[in-house]
């Protein structure tokens, strides 16, 4: 199983970035897929999902109408486009795979920095 994070990088403040997390070694289109952030001296917390279809989203509060999130299932990757960057953006970006049966499974990425300064 390998869950890899691409694409973050320094931004300046307004600036935009697309994530990337490519999936392999499980059934990609059965898992929700979901980014996470963890600034320093911080806990890591949610930041948005996707359905294992790609028809439901969900975002948090602080990224609400300047993250979207979008996934190809055939190229078994999900995205993270990120507009109007603020400086309390800045953290590490980890990928989340999920899927919930009789059991709960998950597989997460390395992460990827995102720093949003002038």
């Known amino acids: 199983v390998q869950v890899v994070e691409s694409g973050g990088g320094l931004v300046q403040p307004g600036g935009s970035l697309r994530l990337s997390c490519a999936a392999s070694?499980?059934?990609?289109?059965?898992?929700?897929m979901s980014w996470y952030r963890q600034a320093p001296g911080k806990e890591r917390g949610w930041v948005a999902r996707?359905?294992?279809?790609?028809?439901?989203?969900n975002y948090a509060d602080s990224v609400k109408g300047r993250f979207t999130i979008s996934r190809d299932n055939a190229k078994k990757t999900v995205y993270l486009q990120m507009n109007s960057l603020k400086p309390e953006d800045t953290a590490v970006y980890y990928c989340n795979a999920h899927f919930q049966s009789a059991y709960s499974y998950d597989y997460w990425g390395q992460g990827t920095q995102v720093t949003v300064s002038s």
């Open positions: 070694g499980f059934t990609f289109s059965s898992y929700a």
């Open positions: 996707i359905s294992s279809s790609g028809i439901i989203t």
